[in-house]
């Protein structure tokens, strides 16, 4: 499944699967402006780094396409893309693959999407790559049976160009014959774990269930899971690596619990430019998310929230990083 792609129709578009209406339906938005890029990005229709990464680049693709066909200045194209990169703040990938392809703006619409439509491609080889390396890891040191693991938040097609981080080892895994059963973490407060990787995971054939965030410490001391396996938005020079909320109390109980946990994701999700997690802006996000439910309210009128969008988890808690190139011990003060 291709989570996003860019078609010449409708005077060129991106389409993507709308990612707030799973499982419940499967629909493609047609994105024909930055502003409805931007809208789609923070709305969260689209989401997932590898994805953001590939949304960026594409978006400075129809960018390109809408400065020719309107006649642009260099004002409005320089603000367009300010606006698209800061779209969202944590996840590098958006910024980077905007960075990616902006350069080549003053060549043409049709250089600038080629090249994102290359690092479409790339995203989706370099998804299997470091699938393979993360099974091999995973049955190297849990040892050749089926295996029972637990993810946090979603990292599959949906979140990537295609295939997946760090559901992309437990699809690897499930292929070889090696998945007994995945833990998926509901993911509070907007559920991208009961809604979208439970929904991959039945697509894929791959038994499951369904455990509140709560819960999840607790199946792991319970001795129900044999390792955790998460993807990243970004991460820092010394490994430190922001994901999801509730990224770091896992990685703190599976580590008291003497279990394996990974970090899948792409060589761009690593920002050299930062020496640890301390320089990572975290998103905070509308109270709105925490106080309502499918737009009902569960808490008293006026009730404020704590809502970050990501924590950071440190490099200390981290068994390896896996990226497409190779395996990174930060644990042990290895720097990327």
């Not at 899971?225 to 909320?245: E, L, P, S």
């Amino acid at each position: 499944m291709k989570s996003i792609e860019f078609t010449s129709n409708e005077g060129g578009a991106i389409l993507l699967v709308d990612q707030r209406l799973l499982p419940h339906e499967k629909k493609i938005l047609i994105i024909k402006s930055n502003s409805e890029l931007i809208a789609a990005i923070q709305s969260l229709a689209v989401r997932g780094a590898p994805a953001l990464g590939v949304a960026g680049a594409l978006g400075v693709g129809l960018i390109a396409l809408r400065s020719e066909q309107n006649g642009w200045s260099q004002q409005q194209i320089s603000q367009a893309l300010v606006d698209l990169r800061s779209a969202r703040p944590t996840a590098v990938n958006l910024a980077w693959g905007v960075d990616q392809v902006s350069p080549l703006i003053s060549s043409g619409s049709k250089l600038v999407l080629e090249a994102a439509m290359a690092i479409s491609q790339a995203d989706g080889l370099a998804n299997r790559a470091m699938s393979k390396l993360g099974a091999a890891y995973l049955l190297e040191k849990c040892g050749q049976k089926r295996l029972r693991i637990l993810t946090h938040c979603n990292t599959g097609a949906l979140a990537t160009s295609q295939w997946g981080t760090a559901l992309g080892v437990i699809t690897e895994l499930h292929q070889q014959g090696y998945i007994k059963e995945v833990f998926a973490d509901e993911t509070r407060p907007l559920l991208q774990g009961s809604r979208l990787t439970a929904w991959e995971l039945s697509e894929l054939g791959i038994e499951y269930r369904i455990l509140p965030d709560g819960a999840a410490a607790s199946a792991l001391f319970a001795g129900l899971i044999d390792a955790v396996v998460i993807g990243a938005d970004r991460i820092a020079r010394n490994g430190d690596t922001a994901n999801k909320i509730g990224s770091l109390g896992l990685a703190i109980a599976a580590q008291a619990a003497n279990i394996p946990f990974l970090v899948i994701a792409p060589e761009s999700t690593i920002d050299r430019s930062i020496a640890d997690g301390s320089k990572i802006e975290i998103e905070f996000r509308a109270d709105s998310e925490v106080t309502h439910f499918a737009g009902l309210p569960v808490a008293p009128v006026g009730a404020k929230s704590y809502n970050p969008a990501f924590d950071v988890t440190l490099s200390k808690f981290i068994t390896a990083i896996i990226t497409e190139k190779q395996l990174y011990h930060v644990s042990e003060g290895v720097e990327l």
